[in-house]
C-alpha cells in the first residue's frame, strides 16, 4: 500500500513537471509572438516617420525628373590636343631681365654685388609662384637658362636668402590713369589665438579674455582691388581710421560708400575736403533722428496733409 502511493506521488509529480514545462514553453512563446507583433508595429511607426529623419530620400522616387545632359566627343584628334596643352608651360624671360641682371658698379670699398635686386626678385617669385624650396629655385632658374640659352648665373640659395630680408621690391606696373574710385570701406573682427586657447581646449582651464583685432578695409566696389587697409585694436571706432584709410588711396574716389557706424559730420567733411564732387553714400544710423524741416515733412506725409 505504501508502495503504490509513492508510486502515486511520483506520477503526480512528473504531470505537474511536464505541466510547468508546458506553461513555460507556452509564456515563450506568447512572448516572442509579441515582440514580432511589437516589431511591426515600430517598423509601420518608423516607415510613416522615415520622410521627417531622412529629409533628403523623401523625394528619391522622382528625383531623377529630367534625363542627364550627355555630351559626346565628336573631334577626339581635338580633345587629345586639348589634354595635351593643360600641361602645357610657356615661361621666356623678358630682354630687360637679361640686361639687368647684374648689379651695376658700386660706390663703396669692398667686394660688389654681382646680383642686382631684379634678379633676386626674378628667383624669388619662381620660388613662391611654383613652391620651391631655395635650392630647388637655384636649380628651376638654372634649367630655364639652359633651356632658352643664355648663359647667366643664378644666385644660390645662401645669396637669395640673406638678401631677401632688406630686399626693395619693384613697384606694380601701373595700368594707366585709372577711374574715379567706388571706394568701400568696412571692418572686421579678428581673433587672436594664442597660449590661452590651447590650454582652455586641452586641460579645460579657466577661460581668459579673448583677444581681438579690426582689420579696416577698402576696396574698389568696379574692380574689386584692396585700395587701403589698416589694423587696430579693438577698441577704435570705425570713424577715426577713415583718414589714415584714405591717405593710401592713390587717385580720385568718385563714390564713398559705407555702413552707419561712418555716418556723422566729422565723416562727411573729412570725405568732402579730400575729394571735390565725391558721392557720400552712409545710411543714418539707428540712433539718428529726423530734425527741422525733414521732421516736419515726415510727419505731414504719415498725417496725409
Known sequence: MAFQQQKFVAGMVSVQRRCTSTRQSMAAWMRLVAYIGLLGILRSYFSCLKPFL????????RRHKFNKAEY????????????RRRGD???????????????????????????????IETCLIARSVFGLALRQAQGFMRSIFTFMGLLLPVPDCSTLS???G????????SKGQRAPAALVIDSTGLKV???????????????KRRKWRKLHLGLDLDTGEILCSELTEDNVSDPTVVSDLLDQVEGSVATFLGD??????????????????????????????????LETACWQGLCGA
Not at 584628334?77 to 589634354?83: G, K, W
Open 166 to 173: 632688406g630686399l626693395k621690391l619693384s613697384p606694380a606696373k
Open 54 to 61: 531622412m529629409p533628403f530620400k523623401y523625394n528619391v522616387d
Open 260 to 293: 552707419g557706424a561712418y555716418d556723422g559730420e566729422p565723416t562727411r567733411r573729412e570725405i568732402a575736403n579730400r575729394y571735390d564732387g565725391v558721392e557720400i553714400v552712409v545710411p543714418p544710423s539707428r540712433s539718428s533722428a529726423a530734425v527741422g524741416c
Open 193 to 207: 589665438f594664442g597660449a590661452g586657447e590651447w590650454q582652455e581646449t586641452k586641460y579645460g582651464v579657466k577661460r
Open 89 to 119: 608651360i610657356a615661361i621666356w624671360v623678358d630682354a630687360s631681365i637679361a640686361n639687368g641682371w647684374f648689379a651695376p658698379a658700386g660706390k663703396h670699398r669692398g667686394r660688389p654685388c654681382i646680383f642686382s635686386e631684379l634678379a
Open 72 to 83: 559626346k566627343v565628336t573631334n577626339w584628334a581635338l580633345y587629345n590636343e586639348s589634354l
Open 162 to 164: 640673406r638678401t631677401a
